[in-house]
């Protein structure tokens, strides 16, 4: 059983589109996070939620806009998208206590053209 | 702020060569340090950590001690092999209620036969 899934793993697009990426833990965790890796490999937090409130906004543009619906999902919207929001991102969840470790997803490539 | 420093790569090695990758941090209280190692084409996955002073954390033939007083946790593994070729995150984070967790930014390793 996969732990965290992400859909969908490769989303081409073009510039000024608005798309949604989906993501969803079974380990029945209350923490869930969002990540952007770019092509450098260097990985930033963009969004954390407990229990589906936010508790982690690190300066993003506000064209993106996360939504957790119950703790087991938490997803992605990204409005007006730009060159620069191609990158790979990544989901995560975790108990909360931050002894324990991350459980990522596969991610997903984000091309905009 | 927390924040945590890694070897810069890449690192290229001969399959069977020593490892070390050096990772130091600088963190306020005790926090939790980790190793993450993401393969190609994947999400990020745990490959050990250590949750206080002097803890060591193995796996798959890799170690790190938490060194508090060099605040310091180099990954090391005596004899690496091709498919250890990935890129390899230093983390901490905070042993709090939903503590963020502050990455590197990543080091590349390719092991040639």
């Known amino acids: 059983d996969t732990a965290v899934s992400q859909t969908p793993k490769y989303l081409v697009t073009q510039m000024g589109n608005d798309k949604s990426i989906k993501c969803e833990q079974n380990l029945g965790h209350d923490t869930m996070y969002w990540y952007k890796q770019d092509s450098k490999k260097f990985l930033k937090i963009m969004f954390s939620y407990n229990n589906k409130e936010l508790i982690i906004n690190e300066t993003v543009p506000n064209r993106f806009s996360p939504k957790s619906p119950d703790k087991a999902h938490l997803n992605l919207h990204i409005n007006s998208l730009e060159l620069g929001d191609s990158a790979v991102y990544f989901c995560a969840s975790s108990q909360v206590d931050g002894r324990y470790e991350q459980y990522f997803g596969p991610g997903t490539r984000l091309t905009v053209t | 702020g927390n924040s945590v420093t890694q070897m810069e790569g890449p690192v290229t090695l001969s399959e069977e060569a020593f490892l070390t990758i050096n990772c130091t941090y600088t963190?306020?209280?005790?926090?939790?340090l980790f190793w993450y190692v993401q393969y190609p084409g994947e999400g990020l996955q745990l490959l050990l950590k250590a949750t206080k002073a002097d803890d060591k954390g193995s796996n798959k033939g890799f170690e790190a001690t938490y060194r508090k007083e060099t605040t310091s946790f180099h990954l090391e593994k005596g004899s690496v092999q091709v498919s250890d070729s990935a890129v390899y995150f230093c983390a901490l984070s905070a042993n709090t209620n939903a503590g963020k967790s502050t990455f590197g930014d990543g080091t590349t390793l390719t092991v040639k036969p």
């Open positions: 963190a306020t209280g005790y926090p939790s």
